[in-house]
């Protein structure tokens, strides 16, 4: 940008006006009466005292900017009226128009016309008009300096992903960072789902049996397999000895009964003559039947 607004400040020291009245530095409390002295906030202070804690540091020496100096302001930063001057040339810019750079350079106006032409952001030469570049978030690379963080092979019109401000090639940043699915070992690139922290695709997590995507269904696991709640029932569940049913223990308060080699709904352990629940209690089996110690007796 060029700029022309720039603050000047003329020497702040001047005589004091009188000479009756004690006029003490702020600070050091030094008597001013006919000396020079300056103030800051509205508060006078000798010119050693100026100097040493409130004068402004030069932008360009780095030095002070003491109170018998001419001092230039432009956006928060100061200058020496000497060491305002370009940054290519050294011509003084004190008067003229001058052009502020983001880098914090200043140009008199010829060179920073010169200087306008964008420079790349991976080998920081200038990008000559005409020339292939890729532009992204503002910034602009040669074509060729716009490379894979990992491969360093040139990116071009190709997609690509980012992590922080690092860019990579799809293939990579699938390699270094993508989860890679639980059941197919692939990279998941969007999507997927979590299942006692593994990652999946979702079009893998599906039911051994039917296929059907389990994804917001309900399903149960056996085995290190999964299947929807009716393939489980028809396929893996248990049936119970009582009512033929499979037990599945999808219904809130489902107790299951084993006894050897077979398996009972809770519900469904029940003396053949008397129907009294034998869950938890002293029972005999006759058959495939069940009875409490008192029906036994009587058959």
């Known amino acids: 940008m060029i700029g022309l607004k720039i603050h000047i ?15 003490d530095c702020f600070y050091c409390r030094e008597n001013l009466q006919g000396k020079k002295y300056a103030k800051k906030d509205e508060k006078p202070v000798c010119v050693r005292c100026f100097d040493k804690l409130c004068a402004n540091t030069c932008a360009e020496c780095r030095k002070p900017i003491g109170a018998d100096a001419k ?80 491969c360093k092979q040139p990116i071009r019109s190709q997609s690509f992903l980012t992590k ?41 997590f599906v039911c051994n049996t039917c296929k059907k995507p389990l994804a917001g269904a309900r399903f149960t696991a056996h085995e290190d397999q999964f299947y929807c709640v009716n393939c489980y029932k028809a396929d893996v569940a248990k049936k119970c000895s009582g009512c033929q049913n499979p037990i599945t223990g999808f219904a809130s308060g489902t107790y ?35 009875y409490c110690p008192d029906c036994a007796k009587k058959l």
């Open 9 to 23: 400040t003329r020497p702040r020291s001047y005589l004091s006006s009188t000479m009756t009245e004690r006029f």
């Open 71 to 150: 001092e230039l302001t432009h956006k928060n930063r100061h200058w020496h009226e000497g060491c305002f001057r370009c940054a290519k040339c050294y011509k003084p810019l004190a008067n003229e128009p001058f052009a502020a750079k983001d880098d914090g350079k200043i140009m008199c106006g010829k060179c920073g016309d010169r200087d306008g032409s964008p420079r790349c952001q991976g080998c920081y030469k200038v990008i000559t008009p005409g020339a292939k570049n890729v532009e992204y978030k503002h910034k602009v690379w040669h074509e060729e300096c716009f490379i894979c963080f990992e």
């Open 164 to 204: 922080g401000d690092e860019m990579y090639c799809t293939g990579c940043h699938e390699k270094k960072f993508a989860k890679h699915c639980a059941r197919c070992k692939e990279a998941i690139t969007s999507g997927g789902i979590t299942y006692q922290d593994q990652p999946w695709h979702s079009e893998c």
């Open 256 to 290: 299951v009964v084993n006894y050897e080699d077979k398996t009972w709904h809770e519900y469904c352990f029940n003396c053949k003559k008397c129907s009294l629940s034998m869950a938890h209690k002293r029972f005999v089996i006759n058959g495939n039947d069940i």
